[in-house]
């Protein structure tokens, strides 16, 4: 069972949630005050009987017109619809954003014949809040074509896809360990989105609970480690994949 990095590049983002561009040795991250620096790799898994996506991204368009995330995909041999699922850790719009596309000026699902599975409470919080972390305009359009499947609290998928309420960066934030007998993988969204979070521990700001998403780290570094997972990290375009090992002190990155 393989996993794919579908990296969309590196953007800054500040307090607007603008995601701007950001060129690796051309650009300065100091002329960009108050700015993250943030990479966007959502991800394709595929098992024996289905093409996974895990959070399609930003759903922005490359210089010659063509989504970045399908030009990924067609890297290998697949299009729009061939993906069968759609994971949505949580509905942040540089998570989901990718989920949709236009065409002639209208909206359109970007994966014509996916499900896209998140968790109801984060559905909730999401229709409930006024935030620019939101775009309400993809969520709306997806609930009134019914392309939203919830579920609610921890559960299995298709036997092979186990989804958690982790938490921590929004309330009903949910990470995913893929496991299909031939390989297992561990997606944990915003809640470790890079390898060097297991190294550096730290409350991050931008979470909903920073101090629930820290200790959710430990636990999820030493089930990594014990179970032998691929961890997948969807703000870490130099390193998306890696094992991780634990010797009872600190993580190492494999």
Not at 44 to 59: A, H, S
Not at 201 to 221: N, P, Q, T
């Amino acid at each position: 069972m393989p996993a794919y990095p579908l990296s969309e590049n590196t953007y800054t983002v500040d307090s607007s949630k603008v995601f701007i561009p950001f060129q690796r040795g051309i650009d300065d991250i100091r002329n960009r005050p108050g700015s993250l620096l943030v990479d966007i790799v959502p991800f394709l898994v595929q098992t024996k009987e289905y093409n996974i996506v895990i959070d399609p991204g930003l759903g922005l368009k490359l210089s010659n017109g063509h989504y970045h995330i399908l030009d990924n995909l067609m890297r290998h041999h697949l299009s729009a619809s061939d993906i069968d699922i759609i994971l949505l850790s949580h509905l942040h719009k540089d998570h989901l954003a990718g989920a949709v596309m236009e065409v002639a000026d209208a909206m359109c699902p970007m994966f014509p014949n996916a499900i896209y599975y998140v968790q109801e409470g984060e559905l909730n919080d999401a229709l409930s809040k006024s935030s620019s972390s939101y775009d309400r305009k993809v969520i709306d359009y997806l609930l009134q074509e019914s392309l939203l499947k919830t579920i609610n609290g921890n559960t299995t998928l298709k036997d092979c896809i186990q989804c958690e309420i982790s938490g921590g960066h929004t309330p009903h934030h949910q990470i995913f360990i893929i496991d299909d007998g031939s390989a297992n993988f561990f997606y944990g969204g915003d809640v470790l989105p890079q390898p060097q979070q297991l190294i550096r521990r730290f409350v991050a700001k931008y979470d909903y609970d920073g101090k629930h998403s820290a200790d959710k780290r430990i636990e999820y570094g030493k089930r990594i480690a014990e179970g032998d997972l691929t961890a997948l990290y969807f703000h870490s375009a130099l390193q998306p994949m890696s094992k991780v090992s634990y010797d009872g002190d600190k993580f190492m990155i494999i």
